[in-house]
């Protein structure tokens, strides 16, 4: 049986649900709700009583740019550095390796 605790803590999930889907997608109140609805129901389902990990979105690199910085005889570490990643990391964003013309750091 769901305290009142529990009632302020969904509709505070299902406000914010609604809040992000406006401020997202554009849609009004009425249009987001029925969304928000479904996926507190969905969790509450499937997730009854848990604490969720909801781990941070993965961080996007410009690979392409990487690479035409490498190109142009950019030093490898700088280009990391500029990126915020490792020449390790960098290295491993390149599938097919540090492209030729630029200066590999160790």
């Known amino acids: 049986m769901s305290n009142s ?6 509709e505070a999930l299902r406000a914010e649900l609604v809040q ?5 997608l ?3 109140e009425s249009i987001a709700l029925p969304f928000a609805n479904v996926i507190v129901d969905y ?4 997730y009854p ?3 969720l990990y909801i781990p941070k979105p993965g961080r996007q690199y410009d690979v392409s740019q990487m690479e035409v910085e490498l190109r142009n005889g950019a ?3 700088r280009v990391a550095g ?3 990643i490792t020449v390790r990391h960098l290295r491993r964003l390149l599938p097919g390796g540090l492209p030729k013309g630029g200066a590999e750091a160790a």
């Open 26 to 28: 554009g849609a009004t």
């Open 43 to 46: 969790l509450q389902r499937e």
């Open 49 to 51: 009583g848990e604490r």
């Open 20 to 24: 992000a889907i406006v401020e997202d």
């Open 5 to 10: 605790r529990d009632l302020d803590k969904t």
């Open 82 to 84: 500029r990126h915020g």
């Open 75 to 77: 030093d490898a570490s």
